[in-house]
């Protein structure tokens, strides 16, 4: 493909307006997953109104994780406090961070090092300290990026943000929850944001906290659509053992794929008969995958109802044998 053919491919995919993520600041105080829904997206980002969602929607408790949500509030409010937001409109000013890619990735990086270092107002370390102390003691706890600006029909935003495993010897919560913050100006994250026309400063982050389960036995990818292959009728499943990302496996891994029926999870695929999952994990992912699918193509409406509509989670086997949902977003076509 030639230059001018490759630019003509982006310059199409590029969107020709701005784009305003959808930002509610109204949510202030940290609510349990349970006290949040689907339309609270833009209070508490995407991933954590997802994981609430699926927690409504009756499977065994445990198959979901179970926590709270830091709304988009407590980032807005971390930010205007130190000051930050004038900083980052001062780096968008400078005409060579704007033309040299190397000192746009420098700038960043300085940047998020303030904000990991930076104090937190005297609230919100409060609030944050309820949090640590709501969950056992010795509880490492999981913080995981949940913006406004994520895991929506029309843009993934997949692996733009850091998520952060919180130990108790690291002392106070706020250490991880400002790790998470800073992501949202990640090198990736900003050039993605800056390719789609999307505003810095509409995006906002909260934060998922849930306990930590170390040491999966596999865990692994579905789409409720055969996104590989293209064959009809069939989920995608991509397994991997251990706690290898699947995504982005060590050299020596290898992940395990799985096309299987809609209807009958006894009629699967996989390659030289290969297997990891069980035919016992098979079919309780398939009753899962069609209540997901079903229930999010509901909440999407028109976006949810095309004919190109599929769903895709995240899932593991944790070190009990238990099978896990960590994740559930609209696959980005």
Known sequence: MRLKEVETHFADLRPSKAQEPA???????????????????????VKTANIATLRALGFPEGTV?????????????????????????????????????????????????????????????????????????????RCRSSTNNEDLPDFSGAGLYDSYTHHPEEGHLSKSIKQVFASLWNFRAFEAREFYRINHFATAMGVLVHPNFANELANGVAVTDDVVYQTVGNYYLNTQVGEDLVTNPEQ??????????????????????????????????????????????????????????????????????????????????
Do not use: C
Not at 95 to 123: C, H, V
């Open 23 to 45: 930002r509610d600041l109204s949510a202030t105080k940290v609510l349990p997953l349970d006290g949040i829904g689907f339309a609270d997206a833009a209070r508490f980002g």
């Open 65 to 141: 994780p179970n926590g709270v949500g830091v709304p988009l509030y407590f980032y807005d409010a971390f930010m205007k406090h130190n000051g930050f937001y004038a900083e980052a409109e001062a780096l968008l000013r400078d005409s060579e961070f704007q033309d040299n890619y190397d000192t746009r990735e420098a700038k960043l990086k300085g940047f998020r090092e303030r904000i990991e270092k930076a104090e937190m107002p005297t609230w919100m370390m409060d609030a944050l300290s309820q949090v640590q102390n709501s969950f056992p003691e010795g509880t490492s706890l």
């Open 252 to 333: 020596q891994s290898i992940p395990e794929e799985v096309l299987m029926d809609w209807w009958d999870s006894t009629n699967y695929r996989t390659e030289d008969n290969k297997r990891i999952l069980t035919d016992a994990y098979l079919h309780e992912l398939s009753r899962y995958l069609m209540v997901i699918h079903n229930k999010f193509s509901q909440l999407y409406g028109p976006a949810g109802q095309t004919a190109d509509f599929a769903m895709e989670i995240e899932f593991k086997i944790t070190n009990e044998g238990k099978l896990s949902i960590k994740q559930a977003r609209p696959w980005a076509q």
